[in-house]
């Protein structure tokens, strides 16, 4: 095993942490405005979707450029990032079932990677279909490749169960936001259905950045245990 797909790994960690403080970045330099009330002057925690940093132009046509470009850089860093970390990942798993069960999670994550990408590159306020299906592509992608990539941690005796278990943890919060996008109220119907979608975002989009970043710390020590 090279010493490139610790470098992967790492770049893992990278990803989270950059996109985290990239989006907090990107939210205080927003000028304002959401659905409902494109007057507010500032970026709502609530009432914002993150997408709403990428926009080109705010909801009162406010030129949003920084934020846009602070949120394009976030995400799609973050995507290349784990297309890199899922070329890596299925190197640590040597038995045979859990080894071809995490190549079908690996090929899901790159392509939940290669969305992300495309929502970085397409603000909904230039293309709004086309954001929403890289969006919806993206966490469904990603609520199936966590279960494979579980269900492989699971089955490979050197893999910690720890880690599968964090996953557990978060399928459960990442299926329940993707049953209120699909179905939940829609946001631009009312305050209260942009609230709840919103929150849920926020809520599944830092779970995933935790448990990433837990994943991650796990790849690596996996993987100098198996150099060792």
């Given at each position: ?181 699909l179905f939940g109220p829609r946001a631009y119907r009312s305050n209260n259905g942009l609230y709840l979608q919103a929150t849920a975002q926020k809520i599944v989009v830092y779970s995933e ?20």
């Amino acid at each position: 095993m090279s010493d490139w797909r610790l470098l992967f790994f790492r770049l893992g960690i990278f990803a989270a942490v950059l996109f985290f403080i990239l989006t907090i970045l990107a939210m205080l330099v927003y000028p304002g405005g959401t659905i409902h009330n494109r007057g507010l002057e500032q970026y709502d925690f609530f009432y914002n979707y993150f997408s709403d940093l990428g926009r080109t132009h705010t909801f009162d046509g406010t030129s949003n450029l920084l934020s846009h470009f602070l949120f394009k850089t976030a995400l799609g860093t973050s995507g290349l990032c784990l297309i890199l970390y899922f070329i890596a990942i299925p190197a640590l798993f040597r038995q045979n079932t859990a080894k071809t069960i995490m190549f079908i999670a690996s090929f899901l994550g790159i392509l939940a990677g290669i969305c992300y990408i495309g929502i970085a590159t397409v603000p909904y306020d230039i293309d709004y279909w086309g954001h929403r299906t890289f969006v919806r592509t993206g966490f469904i992608l990603f609520l199936l490749m966590s279960f494979f990539y579980t269900t492989a941690i699971f089955l490979e005796k050197n893999y910690p169960n720890r880690y599968g278990l964090a996953f557990i943890i978060f399928v459960i919060v990442l299926a329940i936001q993707v049953y209120i996008m699909l179905f939940g109220p829609r946001a631009y119907r009312s305050n209260n259905g942009l609230y709840l979608q919103a929150t849920a975002q926020k809520i599944v989009v830092y779970s995933e950045i935790l448990c990433m970043l837990y994943q991650s710390l796990g790849a690596i020590k996996v993987w100098k245990m198996l150099k060792s």
